[in-house]
């Protein structure tokens, strides 16, 4: 089992999540390969890759097959993170038809979505050679996919913020103003990390050079994210927070500004299109006569 699974099982069921899909596509039966297909025979398939890209999805793909049928084979050819082109094969599945033919189209939607986002996810670490900084993710989520995409995140070679709610406190715009001022959130976090006992990052969202300032002045936080800076008030901002804390750059960020960011000084840039704004790889599942 891939260590990613055993990371957020806790979070995560994801034999739940295949029980769920298979309710919502197959529901009382499969019943085209139900009336076609001899309940007993046997085939073979192949993942065949229609699109150059980087390969996401295979150790989740044999989770699906295991969950949906133990008795299914599969010959691995690649693996997670392999940049593939048009024609190559990334696998070789075969066991009871019937069963190969329910996983499919739940094996390549969360194959092709994954292997979508590490593609993304590449290209703009890529464009972040030479320095320091590493591409994240954020809450920008398909509901109840979320597992997937950020697995499909790293795969690509980037990194994950925080996974939810749960596991990081990022005082953002609307905390702030909520809270009466960006030094009041500050407090009121560490006051309530203090009184329930728990050992959480945290990180303030910054809109200003005079928060910067008022933030590196007070203290208490883990990192400071730059929401909407130019790439020049970015590397002003690098250069007062001088390796104090964590530095992350969010907002407007594309691939056409995200090397100019990169080389402001953060450490890392999050960008929400890596989820929310990407376009699947083409792959398929093809019967082998």
């Not at 309710?23 to 139900?34: F, R, W």
């Amino acid at each position: 089992m891939s260590n990613y699974i055993q990371l957020h099982s806790k979070h995560f069921d994801f034999k739940k999540f295949v029980l769920s899909c298979l309710q919502e596509d197959v529901g009382d039966g499969d019943h085209t390969s139900l009336s076609t297909i001899p309940s007993q025979h046997k085939g073979k398939m192949q993942l065949l890759v229609k699109e150059d890209g980087i390969l996401a999805g295979v150790e989740a793909a044999l989770q699906i097959f295991k969950i949906i049928d133990k008795t299914i084979k599969v010959k691995l050819l690649l693996k997670d993170g392999t940049r593939v082109k048009k024609g190559d094969v990334a696998f070789l599945v075969e066991g009871k038809t019937q069963s190969l033919l329910t996983a499919e189209r739940l094996v390549l939607n969360v194959m092709q979505r994954m292997s979508g986002i590490a593609t993304k996810t590449a290209h703009l670490q890529i464009l972040c050679s030479g320095t320091k900084a590493k591409v994240i993710d954020t809450r920008k989520t398909t509901p109840g996919f979320r597992f997937f995409e950020k697995w499909a995140v790293v795969i690509g070679g980037g990194a994950n913020h925080r996974y939810g709610l749960f596991d990081m406190i990022l005082i953002k715009d609307n905390h702030v103003d909520f809270a009466g001022g960006i030094i009041q959130a500050i407090d009121a976090a560490n006051a309530y990390l203090k009184s329930k006992r728990k050992k959480l990052k945290i990180e303030v969202e910054t809109r200003t050079i005079e928060d910067v300032k008022k933030v590196l002045k007070h203290g208490g936080v883990h990192r400071i994210m730059l929401d909407n800076y130019t790439p020049a008030q970015t590397k002003r901002a690098v250069q007062l927070i001088n390796g104090r804390v964590e530095v992350e750059s969010s907002g407007g960020i594309t691939e056409k500004n995200i090397a100019k960011y990169a080389q402001a000084g953060v450490d890392f840039i999050s960008i929400g299109a890596l989820t929310h704004h990407i376009k699947s790889l083409d792959l398929s599942l093809k019967a082998l006569k």
